[in-house]
């Protein structure tokens, strides 16, 4: 059976793509080759943000796996304006999956992009595969196999967050394993 661990990156010190993990975020790291201790792991595709990365670098150096990194998870754009009111602007997009703010990109647009690399996962080799993100594509994603999976959702998300994407009876199915 396939298994896709969907990770969202540990504490960060901020939202560009070179912000580096916190003091507590390289801790959860370490935390998270804990958590995989008696798991397979075949292959790790993160996002190139530094974040992503610096999250499973540990895990990866400890089992000898390459992190390859893929532009599709990187985190959703809600718009190139600063939006003093993002957060209900964000809420919005989980109403009205393909409504776009100045510069940015809809929350069907944003999902395709990660539903894209879980169906090349799915089709490859690899039985177990991690896949590092950030939590608001990670939430669309979830939201593509269960619509009751939504903005409340995003907000209860932690840093990091862990859930296992598998498929049982032709179904694709999720889990929480951590948060």
């Known amino acids: 059976m396939k298994r896709i661990y969907l990770i969202r990156h540990c504490e960060a010190e901020g939202?560009?793509?070179?912000?580096?993990?916190?003091?507590k975020g390289f801790q959860q790291a370490t935390e998270l080759v804990e958590f995989f201790r008696d798991r397979?792991?075949?292959r790790i595709i993160a996002s190139p943000y530094l974040?992503?990365?610096q999250t499973i670098q540990p895990l990866a150096e400890k089992r000898g796996i390459e992190i390859e990194?893929?532009?599709k998870l990187t985190e959703r754009v809600l718009s190139t304006s600063n939006l003093p009111d993002w957060l209900e602007k964000l809420e919005a997009t989980y109403g009205n999956m393909d409504l776009k703010y100045e510069g940015g990109e809809s929350s069907s647009e944003a999902r395709e992009r990660?539903?894209?690399v879980v169906e090349g996962a799915?089709?490859?080799?690899?039985?177990?595969?991690v896949l590092v993100t950030h939590g608001n594509i990670l939430s669309l994603l979830l939201n593509y196999y269960d619509t009751n999976f939504g903005f409340q959702e995003w907000k209860q998300l932690?840093?990091?967050?862990?859930?296992?994407?598998?498929?049982?009876n032709n179904k694709m199915n999720f889990q929480r394993l951590w948060g």
């Open 114 to 116: 990660i539903i894209e």
């Open 69 to 71: 990194t893929d532009t």
């Open 15 to 23: 939202q560009p793509a070179a912000s580096p993990l916190t003091e």
């Open 40 to 42: 397979k792991i075949d």
């Open 158 to 168: 932690s840093n990091p967050d862990i859930f296992l994407l598998y498929k049982e």
């Open 51 to 53: 974040r992503a990365v």
């Open 122 to 129: 799915l089709n490859s080799e690899a039985e177990n595969i």
